[in-house]
């Protein structure tokens, strides 16, 4: 049900319920029931969610190539040069999530329910 309501394959849900789960956010269980949140909805920031599928990647949204070319001017400079404006992109990023937790997200959905 959850995948056909954001358009997914089912497969990529339950990935990320197991995300969820590992982090501490969701209780699943078998059969109907599925997933639950394991704290309120006012305890649970975007941050929260994005640590938690964003495990993977060391919660980083920008990567750069480790190992550029060493022989290329742009490439062996790249990671020096724009790795600080990433850094910088990732904490912006990180303090909004953390400013909105899933009660707003609610509310909100339940406004635009509304109208």
């Known amino acids: 049900m959850i995948a056909n309501s954001v358009n997914t394959h089912p497969v990529m849900i339950r990935k990320i319920m197991g995300m969820l789960k ?10 109907k029931a599925g997933a639950k949140l ?3 909805l006012s305890e649970i ?9 964003n495990a993977v990647n060391d919660n980083n ?11 290329c001017p742009v490439g ?10 990433f850094s910088l992109a990732q904490r912006a990023l990180e303090k909004v999530l953390e400013q909105v937790t899933l009660q707003d997200i609610v509310a909100d959905l339940d406004r635009d329910s509304l109208d």
Do not use: M, R
Request: aromatic fraction near 6%.
């Open 76 to 85: 062996k400079n790249l990671q020096v040069t724009i790795e600080p404006i």
């Open 45 to 53: 920031t975007l941050f929260d969610v994005y640590k938690a599928v």
């Open 22 to 31: 590992k982090s501490g956010l969701v209780n699943v269980t078998h059969g």
């Open 38 to 40: 394991a704290q309120n």
């Open 61 to 71: 949204l920008f990567n750069i190539q480790e190992k550029p070319n060493p022989d």
